[in-house]
């Protein structure tokens, strides 16, 4: 019972750390290496929040939007001239996590900072004592993909971002501004990121490199997933569910490279991943 | 032969010093230190406690009648960086000696370049214990003096099982294998001994290893900052109220966990409460020195400290700063200062007055029990 | 018959190209000389920081050549030089610094590495891998070994490190000058392989990929064997690195090490060689005496400086002062063209019996989407048949399926009597099989002699350490040059060519594959009139030796009823009609399809 909880509440929080990074990658396809910082500026709209007195579920929309307005100038003045030189792009984005890294560290310190938490205690759940805050999670992330799949399919925007997915040249040709979805799609993909940043704070510490731990996970999640939400979903179950299972039963070392080193190999074997399905 | 200085300050700096008078040269202490990196929390207050040190010392006339300078080089908390750091001190400052607490990684990066410098040093942080070098010595614990107050305490109350978690590294796996051997020689019982590595932030499958074991206690041992709180929220969130010893917890960071830290244990050589006039001197001059830029002293910047006094004691003994005679007076030399009376008499560690300590609800620690000279046991049986 | 033609006026430099082939060994030699007594100069601390900075510069050619010239971004070298450190390590406390354990050692560092690499190679490149997907590898790879190191214990040190080992009995000025010999010689075999013409796969591999695969080079050998060999150089710099520090950490093999030269060799400028080793020296020796005033504003900047670079001067600071080099009237030199010389075409006359292209009920379908259905054709040497058909009949994907065996299709494809089902481009080009897309596709960054120089490589390989002074063409891929010019600017940039001239040099080198079956797709598209002309009169000389078949798609029925031999009609992914010129142009049905009645 415990494990099924487990590997349920681990593939949300997997989810919910990369479905920004998801959106961005599907639609600009690059992997963006300034992840991690987005996260640890989400978190650290938690702690401003904190500092402020508000309640700290305030921090979401101050920290989507934060992340949003961060992603269109990143989008807007590193993406945007770089779009023919992928690669580049990468790095780029590797380039301005070390700057957002170290800009958070000047104007807050290294410190571990304290932040509230959103939701205290624990909760019995089928006989055995669960954490309250991860099924809340597991509810969040729900709420994200529902939230996700209702702007990809139902929305104006999401037609775009789905035609430039599969073409963007011909998208392009369709006179779809491929241009402006891709600005308003990183900076959806960013402010996501933000997001995530503040619903990890009870679950991790807040310190300027409070990012770096979840950026491998989510690439290669991400690069299974291969631009599909749903694709997203199932790997996050299914490569959530090896870590907590090499975790509990072989070493919780090994489990930590379990995403990591498992998807390589799916992907080496199977080049398009779970989106195939 | 002529030897060049690629740097323009370097060379100034050098002619400056050599102006002066052989007998009146200043001696330069070098503090190699994670200005940036997992240490940059601590280093601050490790470098205002040496500030105070050698502004005291100065103050009343120096050492041998010469000033005491600091020379601060940032190792990033890591191998590379500390390279970098002791060659810069050893070779470009020319210091006289080395007192700082580092990681374990980049204090290991520099034992070559103290060798090859013949510089004597000062490690003043705790750590895993058994690094053993001619020109080093410890002023801090080892896992010998910090646990035992800790399973001691908890065999009191009647904890006969234990559960161990740890971050992957030398100072976990170093302290929670000594908890495990002193748990099973004092008749304990150790359910699990489990690691995550450092950077890793999901401990989940862990803490459900932990409820299912069901221990009569908890003892962890994480890297220090991030891994700690992520843990402990962790554990928080998921109803654990064991009692709970966190080998690698300070003052500051049970701060910055706020509520969560309510009644964990720790145990240290120093903490802020001690009730002695020579830490109520210490903590008052620190305040005046440093107002509201004060980071709160604790138990790895006070060695540092007390540390500089032993120096400063070793020198005059030997009198002068040459190095072999400074080794030869080093462990033979007591000073007392917050932590108590300090002699690095056995095998180049120290014995340490230990205090266990519980987190209150407003983040203070009361202190919960005192052992005395509880000795470093044998960290290094081929010095003397 | 070995027919020499002189075709340019300019083949007398001679000398010059002497002087410029000794130029390397003499900066080096130079180069070693000022750095042998460097060490009498400088102070302690520079010799050491500089010993280990020129080590790490080692380590920023090797990224160099994979990144910059390659075109594979990689984090992963700092696993291989952790691992040969460790090993090194390892091996040197075990055995001690007696010449048995340091040739151990040596072993190790170099053996282990390059394995992992292979593996590491393996898995980064396959047919149809992406660029994305090996950088993501070479990032998890530190990541893992890291782990590993930390799990060590006592074998590895885990987070300490290990320290106290044995050593290579030498001063610090020794390890300096051991360093300095290193790096001169990785970075001078670096620079001889780089401008030698094997050195021109490498840029090839980067430029264009599948087109390197459809001159029947095997880009994911050659991937993977550079990322071994580059893993083994990286190995002995942690050798070196081990020994000249007397202590190995799990940091010395983690990403962020990794991602560290990267950033040197984008500052000191990718592509360059000199660049990444001045740049990673440069920034390495700033570092160590800054980063202790700056902690954190030393990162800010670095990270500053490397998003700009990236983004306003990709060629980083080498490009620049190459930029003021050229614009010196000494810094602007002409290469010397090769000669071009004829060669005999090797492939003999087919068994006549064996069609050279049989296909037999070929369908394919994306999805739900049936483009090909019961495709049945053969086609025989000496014919030149166009596939003809309205936009969307299936024409290109027909091509496709004849040079790309791991297309997935249904029946079965014949070259020669071989079925190519499963196959990859390269090994179909190897069956006789040659390619000219749609949209010419050459490579850009190199000159037009040696876009047909690495078409030449599957038969006459490629000089590993020298440029060659001749170039052997076919005579029908040298009449392309001739015709259309190409033959007076062979040591043009491909990418200053027209769009017509590009067309022409990727015919030529299609044809200097000597296949014995051409695909054109659309080879006269965007083409001038009297270009159009020429190419028709090559094919059509091609294919009447008879022993070489074209199949070509084409929308100008004028031009394929002027040179086609024959004419087969695709509509809606089937074959309507097969015939002669004759049958198919008075057809009713090829009216009725042309007129857009069919199209629905």
């Given at each position: 019972m415990l494990l099924t909880l487990d590997i349920l509440t681990t593939a949300a929080i997997l989810f919910i750390v990369s479905i920004g990074l998801l959106a961005i990658f599907g639609v600009l396809k690059i992997i963006n290496f300034a992840h991690g910082a987005w996260l640890t500026v989400g978190a650290y709209c938690a702690v401003v929040t904190a500092k402020l007195g508000l309640n700290p579920w305030a921090a979401l929309p101050l920290a989507f939007a934060v992340g949003a307005a961060l992603g269109g100038l990143a989008e807007h003045f590193i993406i945007r001239p770089l779009y023919r030189r992928p690669l580049d792009a990468i790095l780029a984005t590797w380039g301005l996590g070390i700057v957002v890294g170290q800009l958070v560290t000047l104007a807050f310190g290294r410190d571990v900072q304290l932040t509230p938490n959103l939701y205290a205690g624990t909760v019995e759940i089928l006989g055995v004592d669960y954490s309250a805050y991860r099924l809340v999670a597991f509810g969040i992330a729900l709420a994200i993909g529902t939230l996700f799949a209702l702007i990809i399919e139902r929305t104006r925007l999401g037609l775009s971002a789905r035609a430039v997915i599969m073409n963007e040249t011909l998208a392009r040709s369709l006179g779809i501004d491929t241009g402006r979805v891709r600005l308003v799609v990183f900076m959806i993909g960013a402010g996501f990121a933000g997001l995530a940043g503040v619903l990890l704070t009870p679950l991790t510490s807040v310190d300027p490199n409070m990012g770096v731990s979840w950026l491998i996970g989510a690439f290669m999640l991400v690069m299974v997933a291969d631009a599909s939400y749903l694709a997203l979903a199932a790997a996050c179950l299914v490569f959530g569910a090896a870590q907590v299972l090499i975790s509990t039963f072989v070493s919780p070392i090994l489990g930590s490279i379990a995403i990591a080193v498992l998807a390589a190999l799916v992907l080496r074997i199977s080049p398009k991943g779970f989106s195939r399905a | 032969m002529v030897k060049w200085s690629l740097v323009g300050a370097a060379a100034l700096a050098l002619a400056a010093t050599a102006g002066q008078a052989a007998d009146g040269k200043p001696i330069v202490i070098g503090i190699p230190i994670?200005?940036?990196?997992?240490n940059s929390v601590v280093a601050p207050s490790v470098v205002q406690s040496a500030e105070l040190a050698v502004e005291e010392i100065n103050a009343k006339g120096g050492v041998l009648g010469r000033k005491l300078v600091l020379e601060v080089a940032d190792d990033a908390s890591g191998a590379a960086g500390a390279q970098k750091a002791f060659d810069s001190l050893i070779y470009q400052k020319k210091v006289d000696v080395l007192i700082s607490m580092e990681t374990s990684a980049a204090r290991n990066a520099g034992l070559p370049a103290v060798t090859k410098g013949k510089v004597p040093y000062i490690y003043t942080s705790f750590y895993?214990?058994?690094?053993?070098?001619?020109?080093m010595f410890v002023n801090a614990w080892v896992p010998e003096q910090q646990v035992p107050p800790v399973v001691d305490a908890f065999k009191a109350k009647g904890a006969k099982t234990y559960f161990l978690i740890g971050s992957d590294y030398a100072f976990g796996r170093g302290m929670l294998g000594f908890a495990k051997s002193y748990v099973e020689k004092t008749g304990g019982k150790v359910l699990g001994e489990e690691y995550l590595p450092m950077d890793g932030s999901d401990w989940t499958a862990i803490i459900s290893k932990l409820k299912e074991a069901k221990p009569d206690a908890l003892i962890t041992s994480t890297a220090g900052g991030a891994p700690n709180v992520t843990l402990t929220k962790q554990l928080r969130g998921a109803g654990v109220t064991l009692p709970f010893a966190n080998l690698a917890l300070d003052e500051g960071t049970a701060k910055s966990m706020g509520a969560d830290a309510e009644g964990v244990y720790l145990s240290a050589s120093y903490v802020t409460g001690i009730d002695s006039p020579e830490n109520k001197a210490f903590l008052a001059a620190m305040q005046k020195k440093f107002g509201a830029e004060l980071r709160t002293p604790n138990d790895l910047s006070v060695p540092e400290y007390e540390a500089i006094y032993l120096y400063k004691a070793a020198v005059e003994k030997a009198g002068g700063t040459e190095t072999a005679k400074v080794l030869e007076a080093l462990p033979t030399v007591s000073v007392t200062g917050p932590r108590g009376t300090i002699t690095m008499s056995k095998q180049h560690h120290a014995p340490l007055t230990m205090y266990l300590g519980q987190i209150q609800k407003d983040g203070t620690v009361k202190v919960a029990g005192t052992f005395t000279d509880v000795d470093p046991g044998a960290q290094c049986p081929k010095l003397p | 018959m070995l027919e020499t033609l002189p075709v340019t006026e300019r083949a007398a430099a001679a000398p010059g190209r002497r002087l410029s082939r000794a130029a390397p060994f003499v900066v080096a030699a130079l180069a070693a000389l000022a750095l042998w007594i460097a060490p009498l100069f400088l102070d302690t601390f520079a010799v050491n920081v500089l010993t280990r900075s020129m080590i790490y510069a080692v380590l920023a050619v090797t990224v160099d050549l994979l990144w910059g010239f390659a075109g594979i971004l990689t984090f992963g070298q700092a696993a291989f030089f952790g691992i040969g450190a460790y090993a090194t390590a390892m091996i040197l406390a075990a055995y001690g610094a007696t010449p048995l354990g340091i040739a151990a050692a040596v072993a190790a560092a170099l053996v282990a590495p390059a394995l992992l690499g292979l593996a590491v190679g393996w898995l980064s490149f396959y047919h149809r891998s992406t660029p994305l997907y090996a950088s993501v590898i070479s990032l998890v790879v530190p990541i893992v070994v890291v782990q590993l190191i930390y799990s060590g214990g006592e074998w590895t040190g885990s987070s300490s490190g290990l320290v106290g080992f044995d050593v290579l009995p030498f001063e610090i000025e020794g390890y300096f000058r051991l360093a300095a010999l290193f790096l001169i010689v990785v970075t001078l075999a670096a620079w001889i392989l780089v401008r030698a013409d094997a050195g021109r796969a490498l840029v090839a591999l980067r430029d264009n990929e599948a087109r390197c695969a459809y001159l029947g080079l095997n880009p994911r050998r050659l991937q993977i064997r550079l990322t071994a060999a580059l893993a083994g150089i990286a190995g002995l710099a942690g050798f070196l690195f081990a020994n000249a520090s007397g202590v190995v950490a799990p940091e010395n093999a983690g990403f962020l090490f990794g991602t560290e030269l990267v950033i040197w060799v984008a500052l000191g400028g990718r592509g360059t060689l000199l660049g990444p080793v001045l740049g990673t020296i440069a920034i390495d020796y700033l570092a160590a005496n800054l980063s202790g005033d700056l902690p954190f504003l030393w990162q800010l900047l670095l990270g500053t400086a490397f998003v700009a670079i990236i983004i306003l001067l990709p060629g980083g600071l080498a490009d620049l002062v190459g930029r003021l080099w050229r614009a010196l009237p000494v810094g602007r030199r002409e290469p010397a063209p090769p000669r071009l010389v004829a060669r005999v075409a090797g492939t003999e006359a087919t068994g006549t019996g064996i069609p050279i292209l049989k296909v037999e009920n070929l369908a394919k379908a994306y999805g739900a989407l049936t483009v090909l259905e019961g495709i049945d054709l053969e086609i025989r040497a000496g014919e030149l048949v166009s596939l003809v058909g309205p936009n969307g009949a299936g024409k290109t994907t027909l091509m496709r399926c004849l040079s790309d065996g791991t297309e997935p299709f249904k029946g079965a494809i014949a070259v020669g009597g071989t079925?190519?089902?499963?196959?990859?481009p390269n090994r179909i080009v190897g069956l006789g099989v040659g390619r000219k897309f749609q949209v010419a596709s050459v490579f850009e960054s190199l000159s037009v002699a040696d876009c047909l120089r690495l078409a030449r490589a599957p038969h006459d390989g490629l000089n590993p350490v020298g440029q060659a002074e001749t170039l052997g063409l076919p005579q029908a891929a040298l009449d392309v040059l001739r015709m259309t010019g190409l033959d007076r600017l062979l040591t043009r940039p491909t990418r200053l060519l027209s769009h017509g001239q590009k067309q022409a040099l990727e015919l030529a080198m299609v044809v200097a594959l000597e296949p014995r079956l051409i695909l054109l797709d659309e080879p006269t598209a965007g083409l001038t009139k009297a270009e159009r002309t020429t190419i028709g009169t090559v094919l059509k000389a091609l294919t009447a030796g008879g022993r070489i078949a074209a199949v070509l798609v084409e929308h100008d029925l004028d031009f394929v009823r002027e040179i086609s031999s024959r004419i087969v009609v695709l509509h809606q992914g089937r074959l309507v009609l097969d015939g002669t010129v004759e049958d198919v142009v008075g057809s009713e049905l090829v009216r009725t399809i042309y007129s857009g009645g069919a199209h629905g």
């Amino acid at each position: 019972m415990l494990l099924t909880l487990d590997i349920l509440t681990t593939a949300a929080i997997l989810f919910i750390v990369s479905i920004g990074l998801l959106a961005i990658f599907g639609v600009l396809k690059i992997i963006n290496f300034a992840h991690g910082a987005w996260l640890t500026v989400g978190a650290y709209c938690a702690v401003v929040t904190a500092k402020l007195g508000l309640n700290p579920w305030a921090a979401l929309p101050l920290a989507f939007a934060v992340g949003a307005a961060l992603g269109g100038l990143a989008e807007h003045f590193i993406i945007r001239p770089l779009y023919r030189r992928p690669l580049d792009a990468i790095l780029a984005t590797w380039g301005l996590g070390i700057v957002v890294g170290q800009l958070v560290t000047l104007a807050f310190g290294r410190d571990v900072q304290l932040t509230p938490n959103l939701y205290a205690g624990t909760v019995e759940i089928l006989g055995v004592d669960y954490s309250a805050y991860r099924l809340v999670a597991f509810g969040i992330a729900l709420a994200i993909g529902t939230l996700f799949a209702l702007i990809i399919e139902r929305t104006r925007l999401g037609l775009s971002a789905r035609a430039v997915i599969m073409n963007e040249t011909l998208a392009r040709s369709l006179g779809i501004d491929t241009g402006r979805v891709r600005l308003v799609v990183f900076m959806i993909g960013a402010g996501f990121a933000g997001l995530a940043g503040v619903l990890l704070t009870p679950l991790t510490s807040v310190d300027p490199n409070m990012g770096v731990s979840w950026l491998i996970g989510a690439f290669m999640l991400v690069m299974v997933a291969d631009a599909s939400y749903l694709a997203l979903a199932a790997a996050c179950l299914v490569f959530g569910a090896a870590q907590v299972l090499i975790s509990t039963f072989v070493s919780p070392i090994l489990g930590s490279i379990a995403i990591a080193v498992l998807a390589a190999l799916v992907l080496r074997i199977s080049p398009k991943g779970f989106s195939r399905a | 032969m002529v030897k060049w200085s690629l740097v323009g300050a370097a060379a100034l700096a050098l002619a400056a010093t050599a102006g002066q008078a052989a007998d009146g040269k200043p001696i330069v202490i070098g503090i190699p230190i994670g200005l940036s990196g997992a240490n940059s929390v601590v280093a601050p207050s490790v470098v205002q406690s040496a500030e105070l040190a050698v502004e005291e010392i100065n103050a009343k006339g120096g050492v041998l009648g010469r000033k005491l300078v600091l020379e601060v080089a940032d190792d990033a908390s890591g191998a590379a960086g500390a390279q970098k750091a002791f060659d810069s001190l050893i070779y470009q400052k020319k210091v006289d000696v080395l007192i700082s607490m580092e990681t374990s990684a980049a204090r290991n990066a520099g034992l070559p370049a103290v060798t090859k410098g013949k510089v004597p040093y000062i490690y003043t942080s705790f750590y895993e214990g058994h690094s053993c070098n001619r020109n080093m010595f410890v002023n801090a614990w080892v896992p010998e003096q910090q646990v035992p107050p800790v399973v001691d305490a908890f065999k009191a109350k009647g904890a006969k099982t234990y559960f161990l978690i740890g971050s992957d590294y030398a100072f976990g796996r170093g302290m929670l294998g000594f908890a495990k051997s002193y748990v099973e020689k004092t008749g304990g019982k150790v359910l699990g001994e489990e690691y995550l590595p450092m950077d890793g932030s999901d401990w989940t499958a862990i803490i459900s290893k932990l409820k299912e074991a069901k221990p009569d206690a908890l003892i962890t041992s994480t890297a220090g900052g991030a891994p700690n709180v992520t843990l402990t929220k962790q554990l928080r969130g998921a109803g654990v109220t064991l009692p709970f010893a966190n080998l690698a917890l300070d003052e500051g960071t049970a701060k910055s966990m706020g509520a969560d830290a309510e009644g964990v244990y720790l145990s240290a050589s120093y903490v802020t409460g001690i009730d002695s006039p020579e830490n109520k001197a210490f903590l008052a001059a620190m305040q005046k020195k440093f107002g509201a830029e004060l980071r709160t002293p604790n138990d790895l910047s006070v060695p540092e400290y007390e540390a500089i006094y032993l120096y400063k004691a070793a020198v005059e003994k030997a009198g002068g700063t040459e190095t072999a005679k400074v080794l030869e007076a080093l462990p033979t030399v007591s000073v007392t200062g917050p932590r108590g009376t300090i002699t690095m008499s056995k095998q180049h560690h120290a014995p340490l007055t230990m205090y266990l300590g519980q987190i209150q609800k407003d983040g203070t620690v009361k202190v919960a029990g005192t052992f005395t000279d509880v000795d470093p046991g044998a960290q290094c049986p081929k010095l003397p | 018959m070995l027919e020499t033609l002189p075709v340019t006026e300019r083949a007398a430099a001679a000398p010059g190209r002497r002087l410029s082939r000794a130029a390397p060994f003499v900066v080096a030699a130079l180069a070693a000389l000022a750095l042998w007594i460097a060490p009498l100069f400088l102070d302690t601390f520079a010799v050491n920081v500089l010993t280990r900075s020129m080590i790490y510069a080692v380590l920023a050619v090797t990224v160099d050549l994979l990144w910059g010239f390659a075109g594979i971004l990689t984090f992963g070298q700092a696993a291989f030089f952790g691992i040969g450190a460790y090993a090194t390590a390892m091996i040197l406390a075990a055995y001690g610094a007696t010449p048995l354990g340091i040739a151990a050692a040596v072993a190790a560092a170099l053996v282990a590495p390059a394995l992992l690499g292979l593996a590491v190679g393996w898995l980064s490149f396959y047919h149809r891998s992406t660029p994305l997907y090996a950088s993501v590898i070479s990032l998890v790879v530190p990541i893992v070994v890291v782990q590993l190191i930390y799990s060590g214990g006592e074998w590895t040190g885990s987070s300490s490190g290990l320290v106290g080992f044995d050593v290579l009995p030498f001063e610090i000025e020794g390890y300096f000058r051991l360093a300095a010999l290193f790096l001169i010689v990785v970075t001078l075999a670096a620079w001889i392989l780089v401008r030698a013409d094997a050195g021109r796969a490498l840029v090839a591999l980067r430029d264009n990929e599948a087109r390197c695969a459809y001159l029947g080079l095997n880009p994911r050998r050659l991937q993977i064997r550079l990322t071994a060999a580059l893993a083994g150089i990286a190995g002995l710099a942690g050798f070196l690195f081990a020994n000249a520090s007397g202590v190995v950490a799990p940091e010395n093999a983690g990403f962020l090490f990794g991602t560290e030269l990267v950033i040197w060799v984008a500052l000191g400028g990718r592509g360059t060689l000199l660049g990444p080793v001045l740049g990673t020296i440069a920034i390495d020796y700033l570092a160590a005496n800054l980063s202790g005033d700056l902690p954190f504003l030393w990162q800010l900047l670095l990270g500053t400086a490397f998003v700009a670079i990236i983004i306003l001067l990709p060629g980083g600071l080498a490009d620049l002062v190459g930029r003021l080099w050229r614009a010196l009237p000494v810094g602007r030199r002409e290469p010397a063209p090769p000669r071009l010389v004829a060669r005999v075409a090797g492939t003999e006359a087919t068994g006549t019996g064996i069609p050279i292209l049989k296909v037999e009920n070929l369908a394919k379908a994306y999805g739900a989407l049936t483009v090909l259905e019961g495709i049945d054709l053969e086609i025989r040497a000496g014919e030149l048949v166009s596939l003809v058909g309205p936009n969307g009949a299936g024409k290109t994907t027909l091509m496709r399926c004849l040079s790309d065996g791991t297309e997935p299709f249904k029946g079965a494809i014949a070259v020669g009597g071989t079925p190519i089902t499963g196959l990859t481009p390269n090994r179909i080009v190897g069956l006789g099989v040659g390619r000219k897309f749609q949209v010419a596709s050459v490579f850009e960054s190199l000159s037009v002699a040696d876009c047909l120089r690495l078409a030449r490589a599957p038969h006459d390989g490629l000089n590993p350490v020298g440029q060659a002074e001749t170039l052997g063409l076919p005579q029908a891929a040298l009449d392309v040059l001739r015709m259309t010019g190409l033959d007076r600017l062979l040591t043009r940039p491909t990418r200053l060519l027209s769009h017509g001239q590009k067309q022409a040099l990727e015919l030529a080198m299609v044809v200097a594959l000597e296949p014995r079956l051409i695909l054109l797709d659309e080879p006269t598209a965007g083409l001038t009139k009297a270009e159009r002309t020429t190419i028709g009169t090559v094919l059509k000389a091609l294919t009447a030796g008879g022993r070489i078949a074209a199949v070509l798609v084409e929308h100008d029925l004028d031009f394929v009823r002027e040179i086609s031999s024959r004419i087969v009609v695709l509509h809606q992914g089937r074959l309507v009609l097969d015939g002669t010129v004759e049958d198919v142009v008075g057809s009713e049905l090829v009216r009725t399809i042309y007129s857009g009645g069919a199209h629905g």
